[in-house]
């Protein structure tokens, strides 16, 4: 026999006596007999039956990619184990409301004393608007608006309003349409990403009603010797954002009633760039001369804008702002949960305030139907600059 035929007939013998343990200790156990004596049972295969998976109810609002409640770690870390869904690892948040939450979690935290209210995300809207505001008038002095000049400032402050108000409006819209609307509602019923989304725009709002009443009417006005020259209009206004910041504060205060206050904030806001883009063109044609400052196509555009906000204006001073007040006032004056989670002498307070804002509007509604009366022919038409800054 060769070295070769002695391998092969070695590897056949082993393969033969694999083979025949294989098989005796297949058949040893289904005898159900072992060395030591004990029975066993064949193991029995459990036999799984196909099901079919009920489809999940899907938000229609998931198709569009602002809205879409996709997995999201905000924090950039990988997913908490957990699976909780209030997890900062594990977050599912609109796209438009992203940025805010990176935002705010990114940003230090300086709470008012002896509370855990943060103030420090108010303080740097504010900076930031400022900035804008300052930034605009420089611009516009070298698009040819004159330098120095109350109107180029007024201008400058509708940009800053703009930039704050459209931002705001599209994140308060991806906010509300991800979590259930409850005016009287606890924030700690929501995600971690929602409060802290919700915690960011309400402190934006609050930082702008800050660089408004310090720059617009204030600083703006402001006269050597005397100190700022303000109107009964500008009193009234003043006293709106006061009034404004004292219902945000207090929301956050009592960790209840958020979402009231985000609900007027975003009712409040979304007029106003349209308002300030008519305001914009009224300033150009009315107080700037010549062609400077855009007044060919800023004309062309304010009767088209002095009837968009007339519209947008009426319908939400008419028909969605008092139905907003009147679910506000049930929910949180006559429920038990209302009453129990926002205190009554608060909620009566805040109440004050929205009717009150409400009410106050008559004389400008009655302007806005006018305008809507007349069409697109206001040559003759006025509405005050600063109308829906409410």
């Given at each position: 026999d060769t070295p070769v035929s002695k391998a092969h007939t070695a590897a056949g013998a082993m393969k033969s006596a694999i083979s025949f343990s294989l098989v005796y200790g297949?058949?040893?156990?289904?005898?159900?007999?072992?060395?030591?004596?004990?029975?066993?049972?064949?193991?029995?295969?459990?036999?799984?039956?196909?099901?079919?998976?009920p489809r999940q109810k899907r938000n229609p609002l998931d198709v569009l990619?602002?809205?879409?409640?996709?997995?999201?770690?905000?924090?950039?870390?990988?997913?908490?184990?957990?699976?909780?869904?209030?997890?900062?690892?594990?977050?599912?948040?609109?796209?438009?409301?992203?940025?805010w939450?990176?935002?705010?979690?990114?940003?230090p935290k300086v709470c008012i004393p002896h509370t855990n209210i943060d103030?420090?995300?108010?303080i740097a809207s504010a900076m930031v608007l400022t900035c804008i505001d300052y930034g605009s008038a420089q611009l516009l002095q070298l698009a040819g608006w004159p330098g120095k000049s109350k109107h180029t400032r007024a201008v400058a402050g509708s940009i800053a309003t703009i930039f704050h108000s459209t931002?705001?409006?599209?994140?308060?819209?991806?906010?509300?349409?991800?979590?259930?609307?409850?005016?009287?509602?606890?924030?700690?019923?929501?995600?971690?990403?929602?409060?802290d989304g919700a915690h960011a725009l309400i402190e934006f709002c609050t930082g702008y009603m800050i660089y408004d009443a310090a720059v617009q009417f204030v600083a703006d006005r402001w006269k050597k010797?005397?100190?700022?020259v303000l109107s009964a209009a500008d009193y009234m206004f003043l006293g709106h954002h006061a009034a404004t910041s004292l219902y945000m504060v207090s929301a956050r205060l009592c960790?209840?009633?958020?979402?009231?206050?985000?609900?007027?904030?975003?009712?409040?806001?979304?007029?106003a760039p349209i308002m300030n883009v008519l305001r914009i063109s009224r300033t150009a044609m009315k107080e700037m001369t010549g062609d400077c400052c855009g007044r060919s196509w800023l004309g062309l555009i304010g009767p088209y804008a002095e009837y968009l906000f007339a519209l947008l204006y009426a319908g939400f001073r008419i028909v969605?702002?008092?139905?907003?007040?009147?679910?506000?006032?049930?929910?949180?004056?006559?429920?038990?949960?209302?009453?129990?989670?926002?205190?009554?002498?608060?909620?009566?307070?805040?109440?004050?305030?929205?009717?009150?804002?409400?009410?106050?509007?008559?004389?400008?509604?009655?302007?806005?139907?006018?305008?809507l009366q007349a069409g697109l022919n206001t040559g003759d038409s006025t509405v005050s600059a600063s109308m829906g800054a409410e």
């Open positions: 297949v058949a040893v156990s289904f005898q159900g007999a072992n060395a030591n004596g004990r029975v066993f049972k064949p193991v029995s295969v459990p036999i799984i039956k196909s099901q079919a998976i990619p602002f809205f879409n409640n996709e997995k999201l770690d905000v924090a950039g870390t990988e997913a908490s184990s957990s699976g909780s869904s209030s997890s900062t690892h594990d977050d599912a948040s609109p796209l438009l409301l992203r940025p939450i990176r935002l705010y979690r990114g940003a103030i420090a995300f108010t931002v705001l409006v599209l994140g308060l819209g991806a906010a509300l349409l991800t979590q259930k609307y409850d005016p009287s509602g606890m924030m700690d019923e929501h995600p971690d990403w929602w409060q010797g005397v100190g700022p960790q209840a009633g958020h979402m009231s206050a985000m609900i007027l904030m975003f009712t409040g806001e979304l007029t969605i702002g008092p139905i907003c007040a009147a679910h506000l006032t049930y929910d949180i004056l006559l429920t038990k949960k209302g009453r129990k989670n926002v205190p009554v002498a608060l909620s009566t307070v805040w109440l004050l305030m929205v009717w009150g804002v409400l009410f106050g509007s008559i004389p400008w509604i009655k302007t806005a139907l006018t305008i």
